[in-house]
């Protein structure tokens, strides 16, 4: 790590308590260490999974930028959300707590709300503790559950933390009715004016000026979230003809429990795709919202290299949560398969990875507040349910001692080490995958004799606290 006097960046690309006391909590610094930390670049990429290229999840999406950012340092092939919808996962990662601990598991709850997280020190906060600056632009926590507390300003505001998009006219374009935002195609407006460019536009006016002291620099792409509304030459970019659809076996959901039946809600989004013959339409129109996002990741690169701050910055990059398009019969998130539950995140810290290189364990978004403080050289933080990934991003090979869980609703889990799932429902139902054999998790070994250790094993990690979902506050699906 670079010696004192030589400040470091840490650049995170993704997708409680009052302000004022949080120096109280703490206590104040010696004078003038400030100068020896790290910046921060937080960025939150929102419901990417793996379709893109350094991933493969889908062979031909275009995405130069994240696959450039991912030979710079470490892949985490492995990562796995902490709960795989917005809402929860976001308040999980900025606090360092489990939805099972806390209570929020919906998009609905207002997080602060859960006597957990009611007072709970954010990540940002924790940095503004100790000397830094923080800022934030675009979609960080859930759009109705903005955090005013955890920062020094926002943009486009502390309320607002999202900039709107240009609307296409006659929707729904995909022909579906009563979609609401499950809608595709392309929107006639310049890239200038979509709401992503906007919140980059800032974030390279920051990146471009100096600072007094440390910055932590939160900045939120929105797309590929619904609508998948994108200016014509994404579009363009994947011809229909050439769109593959995932391959979905008919009977897949047989051997499935019922509860992760409901969740996959086969009679709701599916079947509407299908009734309408919309499903390489939406698969075109996820890709070129992926790609749309990694123009804008490569702006914000460009400016990071151009700016003071270029020798010397650690790079992060995660979403919030993956994304299905037709697996399992089923659309969007709210489930705990792989295709919900697994991210791309990215390290690159320099004098710690080394470039190019993957490291394949399983780790979870939990893992982010006590890897940044331990980047950043700050105090242990107290109380975070994740661990480090610092060994990992030093030897990508370092193990890890235990399987990472996912959390979808009150005692549903999903546990994955580097081998197997193993699904948990509220109602003691299982299922059981085996990644070197079933990679697609078609079929359930749930009920395999031989797999009975298996099982006990990965049931050892799954979560001891399981607190009921806290009052449901306003705010749906964004």
């Not at 991912?70 to 709960?83: D, K, M």
């Not at 609508?227 to 769109?243: E, G, M, N």
């Not at 599916?270 to 698969?283: C, F, N």
């Not at 193990?399 to 546990?415: M, S």
């Given at each position: 790590?670079?010696?004192?006097?030589?400040?470091?960046?840490?650049?995170?690309?993704?997708?409680?308590?009052?302000?004022?006391?949080?120096?109280?909590?703490?206590?104040?610094?010696?004078?003038?260490?400030?100068?020896?930390?790290?910046?921060?670049?937080?960025?939150?990429?929102?419901?990417?999974?793996?379709?893109?290229?350094?991933?493969?999840?889908?062979?031909?999406?275009?995405?130069?930028?994240?696959?450039?950012?991912?030979?710079?340092?470490?892949?985490?092939?492995?990562?796995?959300?902490?709960?795989?919808l917005c809402n929860a996962s976001r308040a999980s990662l900025m606090t360092g707590m489990r939805p099972s601990t806390s209570g929020v598991y919906t998009n609905s709850q207002s997080w602060r709300a859960s006597p957990v997280l009611s007072d709970a020190?954010?990540?940002?906060?924790?940095?503004?503790?100790?000397?830094?600056?923080?800022?934030?632009?675009?979609?960080?926590?859930?759009?109705?559950?903005?955090?005013?507390?955890?920062?020094?300003?926002?943009?486009?505001?502390?309320?607002?933390?999202?900039?709107?998009?240009?609307?296409?006219?006659?929707r729904p374009l995909n022909g579906i009715p009563r979609t609401q935002h499950f809608d595709w195609g392309p929107v006639e407006a310049p890239v200038d004016e979509m709401g992503d460019t906007k919140v980059v536009d800032w974030a390279v006016g920051e990146?471009?000026?100096?600072?007094?002291?440390?910055?932590?620099?939160?900045?939120?792409?929105?797309?590929?979230?619904?609508?998948?509304?994108?200016?014509?030459?994404?579009?363009?970019?994947?011809?229909?003809?050439?769109?593959?659809?995932?391959?979905?076996?008919?009977?897949?959901?047989?051997?499935?429990?019922?509860?992760?039946?409901?969740?996959?809600?086969?009679?709701?989004?599916?079947?509407?795709?299908?009734?309408?013959?919309?499903?390489?339409?939406?698969?075109?129109?996820?890709?070129?919202?992926?790609?749309?996002?990694?123009?804008?990741?490569?702006?914000?690169?460009?400016?990071?290299?151009?700016?003071?701050?270029?020798?010397?910055?650690?790079?992060?990059?995660?979403?919030?949560?993956?994304?299905?398009?037709?697996?399992?019969?089923?659309?969007?998130?709210?489930?705990?398969?792989?295709?919900?539950?697994?991210?791309?995140?990215?390290?690159?810290?320099?004098?710690?990875?080394?470039?190019?290189?993957?490291?394949?364990?399983?780790?979870?978004?939990?893992?982010?507040?006590?890897?940044?403080?331990?980047?950043?050289?700050?105090?242990?933080?107290?109380?975070?349910?994740?661990?480090?990934?610092?060994?990992?991003?030093?030897?990508?090979?370092?193990?890890?001692?235990?399987?990472?869980?996912?959390?979808?609703?009150?005692?549903?889990?999903?546990?994955?080490?580097?081998?197997?799932?193993?699904?948990?429902?509220?109602?003691?139902?299982?299922?059981?995958?085996?990644?070197?054999?079933?990679?697609?998790?078609?079929?359930?070994?749930?009920?395999?004799?031989?797999?009975?250790?298996?099982?006990?094993?990965?049931?050892?990690?799954?979560?001891?606290?399981?607190?009921?979902?806290?009052?449901?506050?306003?705010?749906?699906?964004?």
């Amino acid at each position: 790590m670079p010696g004192p006097g030589h400040r470091l960046t840490i650049c995170l690309i993704v997708c409680g308590g009052m302000a004022a006391s949080v120096g109280e909590v703490f206590g104040q610094r010696p004078a003038g260490e400030e100068s020896n930390r790290p910046n921060v670049l937080f960025i939150a990429i929102d419901d990417l999974n793996d379709w893109i290229g350094c991933l493969g999840g889908y062979p031909g999406v275009r995405t130069p930028n994240f696959d450039r950012l991912a030979e710079r340092g470490v892949l985490f092939t492995g990562a796995h959300c902490n709960a795989p919808l917005c809402n929860a996962s976001r308040a999980s990662l900025m606090t360092g707590m489990r939805p099972s601990t806390s209570g929020v598991y919906t998009n609905s709850q207002s997080w602060r709300a859960s006597p957990v997280l009611s007072d709970a020190v954010t990540l940002s906060q924790y940095f503004r503790a100790h000397g830094y600056r923080a800022i934030g632009g675009g979609k960080i926590y859930h759009g109705s559950f903005p955090d005013p507390p955890s920062w020094d300003d926002y943009y486009p505001s502390q309320q607002r933390n999202r900039p709107p998009d240009p609307l296409p006219a006659n929707r729904p374009l995909n022909g579906i009715p009563r979609t609401q935002h499950f809608d595709w195609g392309p929107v006639e407006a310049p890239v200038d004016e979509m709401g992503d460019t906007k919140v980059v536009d800032w974030a390279v006016g920051e990146l471009g000026q100096s600072h007094d002291q440390p910055q932590f620099l939160a900045v939120g792409i929105f797309r590929p979230h619904l609508p998948w509304y994108v200016p014509p030459q994404y579009f363009d970019a994947y011809p229909l003809a050439d769109i593959a659809l995932p391959e979905v076996p008919a009977d897949d959901l047989e051997d499935i429990p019922q509860i992760g039946r409901r969740m996959a809600r086969p009679g709701g989004d599916h079947r509407r795709v299908l009734q309408h013959d919309q499903w390489h339409e939406a698969v075109r129109g996820y890709l070129a919202s992926i790609t749309f996002a990694d123009d804008l990741l490569g702006r914000l690169l460009d400016a990071l290299d151009r700016s003071p701050m270029r020798d010397n910055t650690i790079i992060v990059l995660w979403s919030d949560h993956g994304w299905h398009l037709g697996e399992k019969h089923h659309w969007r998130k709210f489930t705990l398969w792989e295709e919900s539950t697994r991210v791309p995140l990215m390290i690159v810290a320099p004098g710690v990875t080394q470039a190019g290189t993957r490291c394949e364990e399983p780790v979870s978004l939990l893992d982010l507040y006590p890897t940044l403080v331990e980047l950043a050289g700050l105090p242990a933080k107290e109380g975070v349910e994740g661990t480090s990934l610092v060994p990992q991003a030093r030897d990508p090979s370092a193990p890890r001692r235990q399987p990472v869980v996912a959390t979808h609703g009150f005692r549903n889990h999903a546990i994955r080490d580097g081998r197997y799932r193993y699904i948990r429902y509220a109602d003691g139902s299982e299922e059981l995958y085996d990644h070197r054999t079933d990679p697609q998790e078609w079929e359930n070994v749930a009920a395999r004799e031989d797999l009975a250790e298996v099982k006990q094993r990965l049931a050892s990690a799954l979560p001891e606290m399981n607190r009921r979902g806290i009052g449901r506050g306003q705010g749906g699906e964004q």
